[in-house]
């Protein structure tokens, strides 16, 4: 059952196959075999169970509230969940409560989903690699993979080594593998640079990113207010459209949220791509660019083309200088919004109290690492009085730029972008953590964080496996508002690839009876 | 016909003449025909200290400054793009009226609920020491002691 999709197991609920409390049981189940993933902070088994037992009670009535009723999500833990400590992985929130849920959460939890737990992350989701939490990082489930234990050719004394684990990617890397791992059918990412759909790829899952504004903010901690964005990770385009189904819509504590009619995100079954435009962005095409994931990009394109979509290169002119606009906007922002960290109200709080400010200055030197304090001190330079103009402001200006070479190609006729997500599969975390967080960062976020400047949305969709068999996934980015055409081609794409699904069966041992008759009988059919 | 270009675009060593450097280490840049490499200029020792005052967060090693440094380096990519004429943009909604709620008040009255997240508390306050009281000027050595 864990192995079928969020909508499959709907109608598995509805129809009284399986009841809600079987199937949190064996989440919680499989969350205990996959620890050492270290992909939640929090297992919240107590409250998991209790809204189980709801749900059945529901589900007995014919009262179901939709289709996300006894499902089991995750939520990453820079969502505030009431009664649920909230860390964002660092010191300065362990133990903090929050008193509220966020709105996206709420929107879960009043469709009747099921909290399984808080998930890992980068601290304060500065990272592409979630290795930098508190929590320790996160391990890719692809790691334990039949299919990269066997290109691996593992030497056999060597098989209880687990020196050369891979990461999941960030800063939403706890709830891609958690995903990945079955342990959940839907989890709640963040994206502010890419951190949805850059471990989206390194995992084998969707990440779809919502166009700003299309999904409140309120609950989530911000890093970047302007380029925030509630990420949904699942394991097939359909269930994302599902959550996003519930997920969007104004509200009335997030101004951000455009007050627009929610359409509908029910996906049609694309047949005909013949009226589609599929635009290449040319400059995407960098030196660092793996040569696997450039012959898939190149492959994917093709696929449209032999299907009779126009596929055309398209020029970004300002790419070059996305990810370092990014950089200065980023820091400032978190700059800004790490000032609420004083240890007065909530958080992490020192022993001085010789001063207010001695008080907020070693209480900020405890609670944060060294990733975010560099951060916010970066970005206070850049906020200097002598900086502003020259590096604020500028990049501001830079970011109109970006966001125009977007408009300028969507107006010329193109309907969806198609270009890699990330420069490589998966690394392992000896390889990763031999470069600083910054320089990791701007390479894990360079094709992504472009579409947060411009506030579109975008999909991660998982393609083909690399020949050392890891999960490479591919992008694509739609018109601002236009979530529901961009995936409907995501979908279309991944019926087409057909991409394997994960096999886990060996570190899972007896759990291998879950997945009995749901492999042969799981499929994309829609 | 696409193919021929996608063939000429995705197979070309370096993608044509647009090499993109992203190799942030540094402010290195690759043989793309970026400009020259900007000077790393030293962030002097007074801005430091501002910097640590403002943020309330201190810099604690020689790295971290080190750090900075570089990221200063790397932003500096900036100076070649052409801004005349262009507005800075703050948000990608800019074209849109913020929403604004009714002033009517519909929850609160959670004090308690708050307070209960604070180390320090008395009665319905927040308990801070005093203010008013600047931090102490640190010169350079002690700068970079802290560990």
């Excluded at chain 1, 013949?274 to 962005?281: H, Y």
């Excluded at chain 1, 700059?335 to 109290?353: P, T, V």
């Amino acid at each position: 059952m864990l192995g079928r999709t969020l909508r499959e197991v709907s109608v598995a609920l509805k129809q009284g196959q399986i009841t809600p409390t079987e199937l949190c049981q064996e989440c919680l189940s499989l969350i205990k075999k996959t620890k050492f993933l270290n992909a939640y902070i929090t297992v919240s088994e107590e409250v998991a169970l209790k809204q189980a037992e709801e749900s059945e009670e529901r589900y007995k009535k014919g009262h179901s509230l939709g289709e996300l009723d006894g499902i089991p999500v995750a939520v990453k833990d820079n969502f505030s969940t009431t009664g649920i400590k909230t860390t964002c992985a660092s010191n300065m929130l362990k133990g903090y409560v929050p008193p509220y849920n966020a709105t996206v959460v709420q929107k879960l939890l009043d469709q009747g989903a099921l909290l399984m737990g808080k998930t890992n992350l980068d601290e304060f989701a500065m990272g592409s690699g979630s290795t930098d939490g508190v929590f320790g990082p996160v391990k890719n489930p692809w790691s334990y993979s039949k299919q990269y234990r066997e290109k691996k050719k593992q030497k056999p004394h060597g098989e209880n080594e687990d020196t050369n684990w891979l990461i999941t990617g960030g800063s939403s890397g706890g709830s891609a593998a958690a995903v990945s791992a079955f342990t959940c059918f839907a989890a709640l990412g963040s994206d502010t640079g890419g951190s949805t759909r850059n471990p989206a790829a390194l995992c084998g899952v969707v990440g779809l990113k919502p166009t700003y504004g299309l999904v409140s903010r309120h609950g989530l901690i911000p890093l970047v207010n302007s380029m925030d964005v509630p990420g949904i990770l699942t394991r097939c385009v359909d269930d994302a459209a599902t959550v996003l189904g519930v997920l969007a819509g104004h509200d009335c504590k997030d101004s951000t949220t455009v007050q627009d009619p929610v359409k509908s995100f029910i996906l049609p079954s694309l047949t005909d791509v013949s009226k589609l435009c599929i635009g290449i962005p040319k400059e995407y095409l960098v030196p660092e660019l793996s040569s696997e994931v450039q012959s898939l990009w190149s492959k994917a394109a093709k696929l449209f083309e032999s299907e009779g979509a126009k596929v055309i290169e398209v020029s970004l002119p300002h790419t070059s200088y996305s990810i370092v606009c990014y950089h200065v906007l980023c820091t400032s922002e978190v700059a800004s919004n790490m000032a609420r960290f004083d240890g007065l109200e909530y958080g992490h709080r020192c022993d001085i109290n010789v001063s207010t400010e001695a008080m907020y200055a070693a209480t900020r030197r405890e609670g944060f690492n060294d990733v975010v304090r560099g951060r916010i001190l970066s970005g206070n330079f850049f906020l200097l009085k002598e900086n502003y103009e020259n590096y604020f402001i500028k990049a501001q200006k830079v970011r109109r730029l970006i966001a125009n070479d977007f408009v300028n190609v969507f107006n010329s006729g193109v309907d969806v972008l198609l270009t890699p997500t990330t420069l490589s599969e998966a690394v392992p975390y000896v390889e990763f953590i031999k470069e600083d967080n910054r320089t990791r960062s701007a390479q894990g976020d360079i094709f992504t964080q472009a579409v947060n400047m411009a506030g579109l949305p975008a999909v991660s969709v998982p393609m083909a496996l690399s020949n050392q068999g890891l999960p490479i996934g591919l992008q694509f980015i739609g018109r601002a508002f236009c979530d529901q055409q961009l995936l409907t081609v995501a979908k279309w794409f991944e019926k087409q690839v057909q991409f394997p699904i994960i096999q886990l069966q060996e570190i899972m041992g007896d759990c291998s009876s879950v997945f009995e008759n749901d492999l042969a009988s799981v499929s994309l059919k829609q | 016909m696409w193919a021929r270009a996608a063939r000429r675009v995705l197979r070309a060593p370096g993608g044509g003449g647009r090499g993109f450097a992203s190799k942030a280490g540094g402010g290195g840049v690759s043989a793309g025909g970026e400009a020259a490499p900007q000077e790393r200029g030293r962030v002097p020792g007074d801005v430091i200290e501002h910097l640590e005052r403002l943020a309330l967060v201190d810099f604690g090693s020689r790295e971290a400054v080190a750090r900075l440094e570089k990221a200063v380096a790397f932003a500096d990519r900036l100076r070649a793009v052409d801004t005349d004429g262009v507005q800075p943009m703050e948000s990608v909604l800019e074209d849109r009226c913020l929403y604004l709620r009714p002033d009517n008040v519909v929850e609160g009255n959670c004090a308690e609920e708050l307070l209960q997240n604070a180390h320090r508390v008395m009665e319905e306050y927040f308990v801070a020491p005093p203010g008013n009281i600047t931090l102490p000027k640190l010169d350079e050595q002690e700068l970079f002691s802290k560990s």
